[in-house]
């Protein structure tokens, strides 16, 4: 069964740690997107990737990094310099530039 | 390039009509999409204007004048109670608005 998998659900991180969010795809998609969702703000994107060993910054990339090296795979740390780590982050991928996203379920991250 | 939704929560009875506000922001022709998030489910789209369907019985026109995408339903349902999302895409960035929340009432 195709989809987008992010893990864990739930992630719990005391102040000061970085901490990665994983997000994989089996739809043989190209572009892989990172976005935060916060109440009242709508989705957030934090970064993007359009190719194996690519990717940009969104709007909000500050305090976060991602790495490209499985098409699969598009995983997202929250460093220790994003002020406001507590969110929920949502993965999706696309597989061509104008379709569609598909969503993953997401992982909510509480830093205390 | 912006979207906004104007309304955070839209509360109707089943039956009523029901339109979603859209704007948008944005010089050229824009790809725009509407995604539903129901309860305990994963986001996920429910149409996009290039195509010209009706899903579920929701219909959204492009109006290039007013810079809008408003989302349609003549009678709404009890199952169509969700969060909605307008999308804007353009050069390789999906952009969102803010969400409206869909409450249909027995």
């Known amino acids: 069964d195709g989809g987008i998998t992010q893990s864990p659900k739930y992630l719990f991180r005391k102040e000061g740690q970085n901490v990665t969010l994983s997000c994989e795809q089996n739809?043989?998609?190209?572009?892989m997107y990172w976005y935060r969702q916060d109440p009242g703000q709508g989705l957030r994107l934090i970064y993007y990737?359009?190719?194996?060993?690519?990717?940009q910054k969104g709007d909000i990339a500050e305090g976060y990094s991602v790495s490209r090296e499985k098409k699969e795979s598009f995983p997202l740390t929250v460093t220790s310099a994003q002020k406001n780590p507590t969110a929920f982050y949502l993965c999706?991928?696309?597989?061509?530039?104008?379709?569609?996203?598909?969503f993953g379920n997401g992982t909510r991250l509480t830093v205390t | 390039q912006r979207v906004t939704q104007p309304e955070k929560l839209l509360s109707v009875f089943k039956g009523a009509p029901v339109e979603l506000k859209c704007n948008y922001s944005y010089s050229g022709s824009p790809e725009l999409f509407w995604y539903v998030q129901y309860s305990r489910q994963r986001l996920q789209l429910l149409l996009r204007h290039i195509s010209r369907e009706s899903i579920k019985g929701f219909t959204a026109d492009l109006n290039k004048g007013e810079t809008s995408f408003h989302l349609k339903k003549p009678f709404a349902q009890e199952e169509d109670s969700a969060m909605y999302y307008c999308a804007l895409y353009n050069f390789n960035k999906f952009y969102f608005g803010s969400g409206t929340k869909l409450n249909v009432k027995p």
């Open positions: 990737s359009q190719i194996v060993n690519d990717f």
């Open positions: 739809l043989n998609h190209d572009a």
């Open positions: 999706a991928s696309t597989g061509r530039a104008d379709s569609p996203l598909h």
